[in-house]
Each structure stands twice: as structure tokens, then as C-alpha cells.
């Protein structure tokens, strides 16, 4: 459980730069504060090549998916943890006075996070209605994730991820379920995690560009889960059930003005022939 995580941090840099080709929230800006005013130019004037417009759609609907049913939740009380340079509690307190937002990751991002947000802030002339916190946070650290909890007003809380458990080994995946369901049974609300993956087979490009170079040097293929219905087995084996799963947000994407009829037409053929690889869930402890 000592293992050193810090090496995930930089696919949160690579991400920010493809999602800030999309509508996400507060992206783009945070983008031109990390590279300058004409980095969004001088991406969005690039050819991209297929790989990467696929990843592009992939990580856009990951991240509708988890708002899509976190919205549905209700929630007042939101722990995100693993959140990258992601801006969805920002944007969530500047519209809700009632929401309260814990955003957490490891201390190197969150240190770049926290002058992120307080730049966005002063430039944007941002004023928030609701409380948000950004604060370092090992979730494999049980102490660590339940002062975390202790923090967050009385009340049932919704703790979210994007990406993290296909980081994490078997043994770091059980010990991260104890604590989350030690924290849902204590103060009762929903785990809701976009980062239910199986494994499935490689496609052609995949092998050679750096992020895959990155995917496989973190074993993510090998974290996946075997299928569905063994990941539904795993979480109910940690004392979860699955409650509901997300629906397409298909319709949402504003990754899909990059992608042209031919592109789109493949990408659905391959989508039918090898089945989802991917789905967001909300879960509760029982």
C-alpha cells in the first residue's frame, strides 16, 4: 500500500490539453493560463489523427456520464477524489449556493490546481455561491480519506471519480472499496464511479504514441476488469450494489464536430463489433 502514485499525475496534463478542445467547463482557460494565449490556436489548428479524436470523444462522454448522474443524485455533499485538473466543483459552486465540494488528488497537482483555480477566479471575476475546497489527498491513506469525510457538512454525501481504479492493482482497489464503504455507511449517500472498465482487445495505432507507451507502463490493461458482470461481482464482494448506470450522452458531445461522417461511421462499427469497454455507476453500500 506504499506504492508511489506520483507517476500517474502527468496523463492529468495530457488530458487537460485534448479536453480543452471541448465544451468542459473552465478547460480551455485553464490551459491558456498553463501554456499562454495561443496554445488553444495553435491545438485546434492541428491535424489530428484518429486515436486521438476517438480518446478525445471517450474522455469528453466520461465526463458528461458522471455529471449526468450526479446531477440525477441530488447531492449536496461531493467528494471528488482522483479529479486531475478537472473543474466540474467549480463550476457545480458558482452556480449552486447549497453545494458544498471537496476536490481532491495527489499534492503535486493539487498545489498546480489551487493557483489554477484562484487565477480563474481573478480573471474570470468569478463568485461563488457555494464552498469549494481543493486539498491533497492519498485515498489509499484510510486516515487520510476519512478526516477528508469529517470535513464535509452532516449529511448524505456523493463521492465521485473519473479515473483512478484502473490505476489500481486488485489489492488496491479492495482496500479503497473498505474505506468508501466505511464513509457510506457512516454519513449514507452514492460512490459514483465513471471508471468501470473492462478489458478488450488492442486496435490498430494504439501501441506506439506516448499515452499508450504511458497506459501500458501503469498496467491499466491489466487493472481492467475481466468483464461487467465480474466488476458487478467484485464491488457487490466489497459490500456495494449497483443501483443504476449511466445513459448515453451521446447527444452531448461537443468532441463530434472534430469527427467527420467517415470517422464516425467506423467508429460506430467498431463500438457494435467490440461491445462497451466503459461505464459509469452509481453505488451503494449495504
Not at 89 to 113: F, M, N
Not at 132 to 154: G, K, S, W
Request: proline content about 2%; overall charge neutral.
Amino acid at each position: 500500500m506504499n506504492r508511489d502514485h506520483s507517476s500517474i499525475s502527468p496523463s492529468a496534463k495530457s488530458l487537460l490539453l485534448a479536453k480543452s478542445l471541448t465544451d468542459i467547463p473552465f478547460v480551455a482557460d485553464a490551459v491558456k493560463l498553463i501554456y499562454g494565449n495561443n496554445a488553444l490556436e495553435h491545438l485546434s489548428n492541428r491535424d489530428f489523427d484518429e486515436v486521438f479524436l476517438k480518446r478525445l470523444v471517450h474522455f469528453e462522454s466520461r465526463y458528461l456520464s458522471l455529471d449526468s448522474l450526479l446531477f440525477a443524485s441530488g447531492s449536496l455533499n461531493i467528494l471528488e477524489i482522483s479529479s486531475g485538473y478537472s473543474f466540474r466543483g467549480l463550476d457545480l459552486v458558482l452556480r449552486h449556493p447549497t453545494i458544498y465540494y471537496l476536490d481532491t488528488d495527489l499534492q503535486g497537482i493539487i498545489d498546480i490546481k489551487k493557483d489554477l483555480v484562484e487565477r480563474l477566479m481573478v480573471e474570470e471575476k468569478l463568485n461563488l455561491k457555494g464552498k469549494l475546497r481543493t486539498e491533497a489527498l492519498n485515498v489509499l491513506n484510510e486516515d487520510a480519506f476519512l478526516n477528508a469525510i469529517n470535513q464535509i457538512p452532516l449529511g448524505p454525501i456523493s463521492i465521485i471519480n473519473e479515473g483512478l481504479l484502473v490505476y489500481l492493482n486488485t489489492e488496491e482497489k479492495i482496500s479503497l472499496c473498505k474505506t468508501i464503504h466505511k464513509s457510506l455507511k457512516q454519513r449514507g449517500g452514492y460512490w459514483i464511479t465513471a471508471d468501470v472498465y473492462v478489458k478488450r482487445p488492442a486496435l490498430k495505432n494504439e501501441n506506439n504514441d506516448h499515452f499508450s507507451q504511458f497506459l501500458e507502463a501503469h498496467h491499466v490493461e491489466d487493472n481492467k476488469f475481466e468483464s461487467f458482470e465480474q466488476a458487478e461481482n467484485f464491488f457487490l464482494e466489497q459490500g456495494f450494489k449497483l443501483i443504476t448506470k449511466a445513459t448515453s450522452v451521446w447527444h452531448q458531445l461537443s468532441s463530434l464536430k472534430y469527427i467527420d461522417n467517415e470517422l464516425l461511421k467506423k467508429m460506430k462499427e467498431q463500438a457494435n463489433k467490440i461491445g462497451r469497454i466503459r461505464e459509469t455507476w452509481v453505488l451503494k453500500a449495504i
